[in-house]
């Protein structure tokens, strides 16, 4: 009884697990003034925040296992993605109350940097991040594939 | 012949807020809310949906003109709401709950007095994909 020759396919999937958090945030400089605040960010700048429903897209890639026909389970990837990223972010204050956003500008391209940032340490080794799509708004979201 | 129609504007904003009552304890507050309490607040993307009905008028066609109902909306309830904190910077809320029953309301309150009475008016207001409240109740 050896172990089969070939644990996974050949071909390379993709694989997108969809999430949803809301949160309040502003788009400010500290390093700026008021006014400088407002001529760039417009409305974005109000000091007593705004917010949005985000829609988070988190795609893997890697080879389909022939045991179980997956990348990867994807309810273990929902469970990574909320334990690392929504647990943080839902129903908080983007600028005050998340750890790894503290000191950054919080625009949705820096969000969806930071959030590749918390989530691809703890992906299984079999699977690589591929890009993180996060959208502000319906018609505003941003595409994140790492560093060149 | 009955010749009612209705027609709709759909128009977003977006906008901070907390769920808090006041004359709660922190302890109740958070029981009830749960994190939509969060004294940071947090924020949703509405989708607010206007409801006009009435006869079409026999010149034009239209119940409504719905650019000019668009024009209502926009400077009326976005101007007051949309990249606001809806518990700090609109008044409406200085002592009302904004959940969106409520907000859905105060939208019905100012926009009926905008809107000519010969027309019927809904709001429906969605605070997520999920969620949404229709004011008045049909």
Sequence with gaps: MGLPLQKFCHSMLFLTRIEHFNAAHKLYNPQWTKEKNETVFGKC???????????LHVTIKGKVAVDTGFVINAKILSKLINEFVLEKLDHKNLNMDVDFLKGKMCSTEILAMEIWKQLSPHLPAEVKMHSIKLYETPRIFVEYFGEE | MNKRVSVYRKEHFNAAHRLHNHTWNEEKNYEVFGKCNNPNF?????????????????????????????????????????????????????????????????????????????????????????????????
């Design chain 2, 42 to 138: 947090h924020g949703h993307n509405y989708e607010l949906v206007v409801k006009i009905t009435g006869e079409p008028g026999a010149d034009t066609g239209f119940v409504i003109d719905l650019k000019y109902l668009s024009d209502v909306i926009k400077s009326n309830v976005l101007e007051k709401l949309d990249h606001k904190n809806l518990n700090l910077d609109v008044a409406e809320f200085a002592d009302l709950n904004p959940t969106v029953e409520n907000i859905a309301i105060v939208i019905y309150n100012i926009l009926r007095r905008k809107i000519d009475e010969k027309f019927d008016l809904q709001v429906r207001l969605y605070e997520t994909e999920k969620n949404f409240a229709e004011y008045p109740a049909s």
């Design chain 1, 45 to 55: 700048a109000n000091e007593n925040w705004h917010g949005h429903n985000y829609e």
